[in-house]
């Protein structure tokens, strides 16, 4: 683990030093004494004075060998920078750590000025010392922005190993930037690649203990990625719990645990798995009928059924029957499922950049924020949805995956999951009432008995099950319905109320947490009871996204 310890060192020393000593925030009187200084505060009226009067050159460095370009493109000063160039500067001069105004434009992630050094002849691959690129430099950096930019408009490789063979998503991972992650990972870059020690992203993001990092690894890759060790030995895992980060180690030994092999029979209980306990339901559910029906309402011990009890008995047996079929409508209906982007391309879609071809008006699809893509399915997902792993796919609006019915709740079958739920807890207070009926009123049992329950078990065993069992499903299902028609109500999901804190668009300009969904219970209740869903176009936002560079 020796040389685990230095960890990785952090830009060349150019970038950073000049990122500790550039402008930044409200300066009182700057003083400008040179090119360098003017280019550095982008004021144009004294660098043409320098240049145009003075005969000073901008093709020279200063006495730390930083050129006039490298102060401009630092501090996102795209006017200084073209006149820069247009008077002689040279785009890819590279100070003494090989670092070109690009890298330096890459700290801050300066778009106008890359898109000027680009168009004026700047190599998008110019490398340094350590071999970085400007797409080393940004993922350092966190400017996803600025890497996505010169990705899709200039083909910069997003991919590439420096010197030490760590790609961006490398770097992305051992300084926990997400976003970053996210995007390397939609335009597949590659997991598994190991640098000079063996070490994947996974494991420079265990090194540094960031829970994001692991949790976005592990979810778009698989078991290779956990299972794979560094020249020492190491997994993981393994690093991260010699570091001391116990709560991602926790993480990635719990992920091994699911994508282990060493048992027998695991393709059968991966299998049953993604099943679901759907079939168990169903078989609850039907075995109650037979038991309402055969122990119950016939039941050879009980007295004659009357009329008025035989019509709610059938009234609950009709319910019932509703009850399965909304079962199989919520279990086999799509949730809502976002076509992938190779499902896409399959159906003759083109396979054109999609970020550059979103629509930017439209804010349900997008917007602005990285966390909108999915690595997994390789698509910009719209605002509320979400990957669900269980069903390895995107779903619109999630609500939440539900193994009692094998499937997603989203947007296309909420409306059946909560007439379900519905459904279910009318049909067990039905026929919760009509066994308490039968049972109370036999004139064979006396209820003040001290033995009347026991008395029951002995005379009544089919209904004394069928109540036991009746109970806790009526329990489970107001328990849903009275929760989902709480969300429903103010037009948020399980998902969202869950996990509020961590969805930018549920904070409010105080920081508190807003709905920006919720328009009044009349209307959220009328909109999705009529439509089965609601409208998620023309939200307002409360806050900016704040990632929007």
């Known amino acids: 683990m020796a040389q685990k310890n230095s960890e990785i060192e952090v830009v060349s020393d150019s970038a950073a030093t000049a990122n500790s000593i550039s402008v930044e925030g409200d300066v009182n009187e700057p003083v400008i004494t040179d090119v360098f200084s003017a280019s550095a505060y982008g004021n144009l009226e004294k660098l043409r004075k320098f240049v145009e009067i003075d005969g000073c050159s901008l ?103 420096d010197y030490d063979g760590r790609s961006p998503l490398h770097w992305a991972a051992y300084k926990g930037f997400a976003d970053t992650i996210r995007l390397l990972l939609f335009r597949d870059a590659n997991p598994r690649r190991q640098d000079r020690e063996g070490c994947t992203p996974l494991h420079w993001a ?141 159906n003759g879609t083109t396979e054109d950049d999609l970020l550059l071809n979103v629509d930017l008006n439209n804010s349900s699809i997008w917007a602005g924020n990285w966390s909108q893509l999915c690595p997994t399915c390789k698509i910009i997902r719209p605002v509320r949805s979400k990957h669900c792993p269980s069903c390895k796919c995107c779903v619109e609006q999630f609500d939440h995956h539900c193994p009692w019915i094998s499937n997603c709740v989203g947007k296309r079958n909420r409306w059946d999951f909560f007439v379900f739920l519905c459904m279910a807890t009318l049909t067990g207070s039905l026929g919760g009432g009509v066994a308490i009926q039968r049972m109370w009123t036999d004139p064979t049992v006396f209820p003040s008995s001290e033995t009347w329950f026991h008395r029951m078990l002995i005379e009544h065993p089919g209904a004394v099950i069928f109540l036991l069992m009746d109970v806790i499903l009526l329990i489970a299902a107001a328990t849903l319905a009275i929760s989902q028609g709480s969300q429903i109500a103010r037009n948020i999901t399980t998902n969202e109320l869950a996990n509020r804190g961590r969805y930018w668009y549920l904070q409010g300009s105080d920081g508190r947490f807003y709905n920006p969904y919720h328009h009044g219970y009349r209307r959220n209740c009328t909109d999705f009871l009529t439509h089965g869903y609601t409208d998620d176009e023309n939200v307002v936002w409360p806050l900016k996204q704040q990632n929007r560079n």
């Open 206 to 346: 265990a090194i540094s203990g960031n829970v994001d990092a692991c949790t976005i690894l592990v979810h778009a890759g698989g078991k290779e990625e956990l299972l794979l060790k560094d020249n020492a030995g190491f997994t993981p895992a393994q690093l991260a719990s010699d570091k001391g980060h116990r709560h991602v180690a926790f993480f990635l030994f719990n992920a091994q645990k699911a994508h282990g092999n060493s048992y027998k029979g695991k393709f059968c209980i991966e299998k049953l798995g993604r099943m679901g306990y759907a079939p168990i339901l169903l078989f609850i559910l039907v075995a109650l009928m037979v038991l309402f029906v055969n122990s119950v309402l016939a039941g050879p011990t009980f007295p004659k059924l009357t009329a008025t009890v035989g019509l709610w008995g059938w009234m609950a047996l009709s319910l019932a029957f509703g009850t399965l079929l909304m079962f199989y409508r919520c279990s086999s209906k799509d949730p809502g499922y976002i076509k992938k982007r190779s499902e896409a391309l399959a």
């Open 59 to 161: 093709s020279k460095p200063d006495v730390n060998g930083y050129y006039a370009l490298q102060w401009a493109s630092l501090n996102n000063f795209a006017g200084a920078a073209q006149y820069i160039i247009d008077h002689g500067a040279d785009a890819n001069a590279a100070d003494n750590s090989l670092q070109t105004a690009l890298h330096w434009a890459a700290v801050r992630g300066s778009i106008p000025v890359a898109d000027v050094l680009l168009q004026n002849g700047a190599r998008v691959e110019a490398a340094d010392l350590n071999g970085y690129r400007a797409t080393h430099v940004a993922a350092q950096y966190g400017q996803t922005t600025f890497l996505n930019h010169i990705i899709a408009k200039y083909g910069a490789d997003f991919d590439s190993p």
